[in-house]
């Protein structure tokens, strides 16, 4: 049974009473005050005075009671709710631009917020007041053969650092997961979501206001170009994690150039496979589900794999489902020749080998036709970004053969992708699926933001 941990506090004493010199140590970056970071232009001097301003309030975070924490949170919600005019006209700026700009449906729907978007974004920060406090849980211990107290806890991890495309939704809901998890928020977004950005960050802020959280636990990032992110990312030793959320050519930019260590989040290029032995009414239902439910985010599938043994009998209902959804369909030669045998509305166009490496976020969506099983895990394997795969099957040795094989973050059985979701999978809001293999794996809800510290306690141990 998890036991919960007494979180170490600031030294009552003072930080003078147990400061002791420190020599900086070769491959460690210095830590702040040991040295002056190099410092070259007025936006990294601002963005890197941002990051110190949070790193103090990240230390009196980190002590704050679940019940300061949740109140502060409660606050924000409220505040959201009654303040939803502001931020809706401060949206509606970035939505214009988006329009005259040229930007795809799917980017701007993306984009907009109205009013009962955010209530629902109210309603995802105080789902995150009703789930436990990770902070000072016990993870593992107890007294060691030698008498000492052995106790490893979960800890905050600092200053987050999160640089995203422009889902203003996103500045939310990783202020609320930081500031439950005892983190302080750098919030980095698009440049084209700016105006909806710093109205909403006002308002996060000034609902701090009278609580015991500090005001800059919760920061915009200033500058709208590129060398804003940059100098987040060069702010190691005030950051302590990066995590981009967006496409691929974000996340590879950031993993590339930061310094800052990085949590990859975001890309989805996720499968659907259709078995021999699938529910074909199962099978149409959850392929035009996990495509067109919401197609603009990373959980919609972007390729469908169809076992040659059902194509005859499923592509057709799925070309018919999938155009009553107002899908394209990008289909390999099986496909194109199913389509004209079986005349549907379906747009079908033939296939690229870009088309299976494409993430689309649009409603398009890549068919092949495979031979079996391990053809699909073949396909998988070379085009996947390792988000989510789903196989429709009724064997279960299939399903068991199907998952043991993927190397994916989540693998749905019967199931559409959209369920990898950190409120899907009652964690709450997420900051992001991580799609990597450290530290955190899949959607990122509020103990993916803690580390851990071993706290061992003795009796005048010696060694």
């Known amino acids: 049974m998890v036991e919960r941990a007494l979180y170490a506090g600031r030294n009552p004493s003072g930080d003078g009473a147990l400061r002791r010199r420190r020599r900086h140590r070769p491959g460690r970056p210095p830590e702040q005050g040991s040295q002056k970071m190099t410092v070259n232009s007025d936006i990294e001097r601002e963005v890197h005075a941002v990051a110190r301003r949070g790193k103090d309030a990240a230390v009196d975070l980190a002590t704050l009671s679940r019940a300061a ?66 902070v000072g849980e016990s993870v593992r211990g107890g007294v060691l053969p030698n008498g000492l107290d052995l106790r490893q806890i979960r800890v905050p991890l600092g200053v987050i650092g999160i640089i995203y495309e422009g889902r203003p939704n996103v500045t939310v809901d990783a202020a609320a997961l930081c500031l439950k ?120 599938a972007e390729t469908l794999l169809v076992h040659e043994a059902v194509a005859d009998a499923f592509v057709p209902r799925v070309l018919e489902s999938l155009a009553a959804a107002g899908v394209t369909v990008h289909g390999d030669p099986r496909v194109l020749e199913i389509a004209a045998a079986h005349p549907t509305e379906a747009t079908v166009v033939e296939a690229t080998e870009e088309d299976w490496g494409t993430e689309y976020l649009a409603m398009d969506l890549a068919v092949r036709v495979v031979p079996d099983v391990d053809a699909a895990l073949r396909h998988i394997r070379r085009y996947s970004t390792q988000h989510t795969e789903a196989i429709i099957t009724d064997s279960l040795a299939t399903s068991r053969y199907f998952v043991a094989r993927v190397d994916s973050a989540a693998v749905m059985v019967n199931a559409s992708t959209r369920f990898t979701d950190g409120g899907e999978f009652g964690f709450g809001a997420e900051i992001g699926i991580s799609t990597q293999k450290l530290h955190a794996r899949g959607p990122m809800g509020l103990t993916e933001m803690t580390s851990t510290k071993y706290v061992v306690t003795g009796d005048g141990h010696l060694k």
């Open 181 to 300: 998890s005892g983190n302080a928020a750098l919030l980095r977004g698009s440049s084209s979501a700016y105006s909806s950005n710093t109205a909403i960050v006002r308002v996060l802020r000034d609902a701090l206001k009278g609580t015991e959280v500090p005001v800059d636990a919760i920061q915009l990032v200033p500058g709208r170009t590129r060398e804003s992110s940059t100098a987040l990312m060069r702010a190691r030793g005030l950051v302590d994690v990066l995590i981009p959320r967006g496409g691929g050519s974000l996340i590879q930019a950031v993993v590339r150039d930061s310094s800052v260590p990085v949590i990859e989040t975001g890309e989805g290029l996720c499968h659907v496979y259709v078995d021999a032995d699938a529910d074909l009414d199962k099978a149409v239902a959850i392929a035009t589900n996990a495509k067109a439910q919401r197609c603009s985010v990373c959980n919609s």
């Open 69 to 134: 924490k949740d109140a502060a949170l409660t606050a924000i919600a409220d505040t959201l709710v009654k303040r939803a005019d502001e931020i809706v006209a401060a949206n509606a700026e970035d939505v214009e631009r988006a329009r005259a700009e040229g930007t795809s449906p799917a980017m701007i729907d993306r984009l907009t917020l109205t009013p009962r978007r955010i209530e629902a974004i109210a309603d995802a920060v105080r789902e995150i007041v009703e789930l436990p406090d990770p």
